[in-house]
């Protein structure tokens, strides 16, 4: 039975109408379906990507997992990165030194996050080579007249210097004196410059070797907490859970995913919206495949009539509209999976279409196609244009033989 209802379902989508509007409108609800699921594909891996590039930006200068002492100072940082090193899934680990300093030229003074760093073992955790500019993070260990400090692009354009000149770097954690605190002072000599693309690391950030650092934060040995890096980015809050229980409750261990997860959360439910409001373009062709089966419906009365007359059941005219929806529900969707695939090919391969460095964390358009985006859409796009053809099929099941042969 279910090869007369595929073959008079067939006949239907390859017969010469009398009707070409019906044809038309059949073509583009194909079109749309294909349309829907094209634009659904591009941009979620445009988002994607995009999401996945800001992601790289974040952690790039940052640990995957950073690991703190609730008391304050990591009194025997080599110890506890001793430990941490041992845990599963841990590559590396680094001490660091974190504090606010004025930092002074001869044009203007800002602001600025100083991070103190070990260079030695900082490259293995931090990937900030490659985005510097000027100079590498291993000229922080030089054996220059005055410490070595990086800083970002936007910061070094409104001190307005150069790799070659001085700062002044000024820090309140001074001595206490009858004239209140005395601040800290240390001239640098600027030795790299380095562009994320992120204005907020580009205008606010510093780096400089771990000593000064100390000095500057007026602590004698230690650190303030250990940045860790980890082999799989995105299970780094189970490694981050390991490191906590190997260290102890005196630590705080946070992953990469709980220290930006408002960000994450923002940018997960505008997804999911994206994804909302595109798939209303597949719901406007599914409206077209309703319109178009019911003037099929319409039109076919006559043969419906004599179909039922001859034996075929309720149940068999249903199937036959349903498997014409069905086929023209697989061609937009297959369509628009190829076109869309392929054209988020051709962007990623060519990178045709820039973006402002000066806007955006990145230079070209992102593209990551996720297979299971992929899946979803297809079967969103399926699903939606089956539901749109359970009320045509069941109008043309109720049709009666007799009414119908009647009229005609």
């Known amino acids: 039975m279910a ?18 509007f019906i044809s038309l409108i059949t073509v583009i609800s194909v079109l749309g379906v294909a349309v829907g699921v094209l ?3 591009v941009v979620l891996s445009v988002y ?8 790289d930006q974040i952690i790039g200068l940052n640990a995957h997992v950073l690991v703190q002492s609730y008391h304050g100072t990591i009194a025997e940082p080599e110890k506890a990165i001793s430990t941490i090193e041992k845990t599963d899934g841990v590559i590396a680990a680094t001490p660091y030194v974190y ?29 900030i080579d490659q985005v510097m500019k000027h100079g590498h993070l291993k000229d922080l260990d030089k054996n220059l007249d005055f410490p070595a400090i990086i800083i970002g692009k936007e910061l070094a354009r409104r001190l307005r210097v150069m790799p070659g000149d001085k700062l002044r770097l000024i820090s309140p954690n ?15 000599l600027i030795t790299g410059i380095f562009e994320t693309g992120m204005f907020e690391y580009d205008s ?65 439910l505008e997804k999911a919206g994206i994804f909302i409001a ?19 419906v319409m039109e076919k009365n006559r043969d419906i009539a004599i179909l039922k007359s001859m034996g075929a059941t309720t149940r068999s005219i249903m199937r036959i509209f349903f498997y014409q929806g069905m086929v023209i529900g697989i061609c937009g969707t297959t369509l628009g ?72």
Not at 103 to 126: E, H
Request: hydrophobic share 50%.
């Open 278 to 296: 595109l798939d209303l373009i597949i719901l406007v062709a599914a409206l077209n495949i309703i319109s178009a089966l019911i003037m099929v």
């Open 39 to 41: 634009a659904l594909i």
């Open 174 to 188: 001074g001595p206490l004196s009858p004239m209140g605190v005395l601040p800290k002072i240390k001239t640098c």
């Open 337 to 408: 999976v190829l076109s869309g695939l392929g054209l988020c090919a051709l962007l990623k391969r060519y990178k045709f279409i820039e973006l402002p460095s000066n806007v955006y964390p990145m230079s070209t358009l992102p593209i990551k196609v996720v297979p299971f985006d992929v899946s979803l859409i297809a079967l969103s796009a399926m699903l939606i244009t089956l539901l749109a053809t359970l009320y045509p099929s069941w109008k043309a099941s109720q049709v009666r033989p007799a009414e119908a042969l009647t009229y005609e």
């Open 204 to 268: 606010t950030m510093g780096f400089t070797n771990i000593t000064t650092a100390r000095t500057l934060a007026g602590i004698d040995n230690g650190a303030h907490g250990i940045e860790v890096k980890v082999r799989d980015v995105d299970r780094a809050d189970q490694t981050a859970a390991a490191i906590g229980s190997a260290l102890g409750a005196s630590y705080s261990v946070r992953d990469w995913m709980r220290i930006n997860q408002n960000l994450f959360a923002a940018l997960k």
């Open 48 to 55: 994607t990507g995009f999401t996945e590039g800001l992601r």
């Open 3 to 20: 090869s007369f209802e595929w073959f008079v379902s067939r006949r239907y989508l390859r017969a010469k109408r009398k009707q070409k």
């Open 99 to 127: 504090g606010q300093v004025l930092v002074n030229s001869q044009a203007g003074s800002s602001g600025m996050v100083l991070r103190g760093i070990d260079p030695a073992s900082a490259v293995n955790v931090i990937t």
